[in-house]
Nanobody, 115 residues
């Protein structure tokens, strides 16, 4: 079965940067779209960014120009570079693999932006 593990979360000050990583196992990674979602307490889970198997990228309006999604197929890894972080970016960030018959999710990594 597909397994996803996120890493790279932590506490940063407003204006700072973090790079999240997600390693996938149990799949032919390169043929699938990958994504990042986030969820803050009391809020709905929202799409942050998607990268397809041919490296097409889409971003939520709230993160355009600040976040960059990328992938390294040789390492079965997808990244989310987050710059100019804002307090409203605080959330648990989840990695997603869009499988043939459904989506797979990682356990999440906490990102906190606070002074």
């Amino acid at each position: 079965q597909v397994q996803l593990v996120e890493s790279g979360g932590g506490l940063v000050q407003p204006g700072g940067s973090l790079r999240l990583s997600c390693v996938a196992s149990g799949s032919i990674f390169s043929i699938y779209s990958m994504g990042w979602y986030r969820q803050a307490p009391g809020k709905q889970r929202e799409l942050v960014a998607i990268i397809t198997n041919i490296n097409r990228r889409n971003y939520a309006d709230s993160v355009k120009g600040r976040f960059t999604i990328s992938r390294d197929n040789a390492k079965n890894t997808v990244y989310l570079q987050m710059n100019v972080l804002k307090p409203e970016d605080t959330a648990v960030y989840y990695c997603t693999l869009r499988g043939a018959t459904g989506d797979y999710w990682g356990p999440g990594t906490q990102v906190t932006v606070s002074s």
